[in-house]
């Protein structure tokens, strides 16, 4: 197997973070690292343990820092868990907060945001092109398409995954969208990197944003 599992740990008092880690490093080099080199598990596969807050909050973003991680964080904390222990009801009253999605004033305003820097980085594809900066063109195509993806949950009140690695799974089984992941995958396909290629493909996925995503 090479897809890890993943074991988060939430606490109250942050201090007390270290010491939780310290005693799972223990359990994890006595009892898991052994099984890790048995022959029927992946290369890449591990048991890692994750520190949670129970009130996690967006963070700064700039122009060119692609979307923040903050729906992201949510969902793995409290959307895509399964409750294995509890104390003082700590969890189950965070989430309340986070469950089924925030709040719809926050939702708003996460929206425009997020389409704001979108569309801001598809708007440096022509100018970036013409100046043969095609690298910095794949990597604004990039984070649009992240923001794309981020604006569409935001829109749809789901959490993801993740922007990338995920993707045909989130779109397929989460948004119940496989149409979509047919119109997203030619956005990567290049026939020539140093061309308008990438300026014709910034403008589908501003053709995207302008249909799936209503601000």
Same mark, same amino acid.
């Given at each position: 197997?090479?897809?890890?599992?993943?074991?988060?740990?939430?606490?109250?008092?942050?201090? %007390?973070?270290?010491?939780?880690?310290?005693? $799972?490093?223990?359990?994890?080099?006595? *009892? @898991? #690292? !052994?099984?890790?080199? /048995? &022959?029927?598990?992946?290369?890449?596969?591990?048991?890692?343990?994750?520190?949670?807050?129970?009130?996690?909050?967006?963070?700064?973003?700039?122009?060119?820092?692609?979307?923040?991680?903050?729906?992201?964080?949510?969902?793995?904390?409290?959307?895509?868990?399964?409750?294995?222990?509890?104390?003082?009801?700590?969890?189950?009253?965070?989430?309340?907060?986070?469950?089924?999605?925030?709040?719809?004033?926050?939702?708003? %305003?996460?929206?425009?945001?997020?389409?704001? $820097?979108?569309?801001?980085?598809?708007? *440096? @594809? #022509? !100018?970036?092109?013409? /100046? &043969?900066?095609?690298?910095?063109?794949?990597?604004?195509?990039?984070?649009?398409?992240?923001?794309?993806?981020?604006?569409?949950?935001?829109?749809?009140?789901?959490?993801?995954?993740?922007?990338?690695?995920?993707?045909?799974?989130?779109?397929?089984?989460?948004?119940?969208?496989?149409?979509?992941?047919?119109?997203?995958?030619?956005?990567?396909?290049?026939?020539?990197?140093?061309?308008?290629?990438?300026?014709?493909?910034?403008?589908?996925?501003?053709?995207?944003?302008?249909?799936?995503?209503?601000?």
């Amino acid at each position: 197997y090479d897809s890890d599992l993943d074991i988060n740990f939430y606490v109250q008092d942050w201090r %007390k973070a270290d010491r939780v880690k310290k005693e $799972y490093e223990k359990f994890y080099s006595r *009892h @898991l #690292k !052994p099984l890790l080199k /048995r &022959k029927d598990v992946g290369g890449f596969f591990d048991v890692t343990i994750n520190d949670r807050h129970l009130n996690p909050g967006p963070q700064p973003r700039h122009w060119t820092s692609g979307p923040d991680d903050f729906e992201i964080e949510v969902g793995l904390s409290f959307a895509y868990v399964v409750l294995i222990d509890e104390r003082n009801r700590a969890f189950s009253k965070a989430a309340k907060k986070f469950l089924p999605y925030y709040s719809e004033t926050l939702r708003k %305003k996460r929206l425009k945001e997020t389409v704001k $820097y979108g569309l801001n980085n598809l708007a *440096h @594809l #022509k !100018p970036f092109a013409r /100046r &043969k900066l095609y690298d910095q063109c794949c990597k604004r195509l990039y984070d649009a398409r992240k923001e794309f993806l981020q604006a569409l949950f935001i829109s749809k009140k789901k959490y993801p995954l993740d922007y990338d690695k995920w993707l045909k799974y989130e779109l397929e089984e989460i948004l119940g969208m496989p149409e979509l992941y047919k119109k997203l995958v030619p956005l990567y396909e290049l026939k020539k990197f140093e061309s308008d290629e990438i300026v014709r493909k910034g403008e589908k996925l501003k053709d995207l944003f302008r249909v799936y995503i209503k601000v």
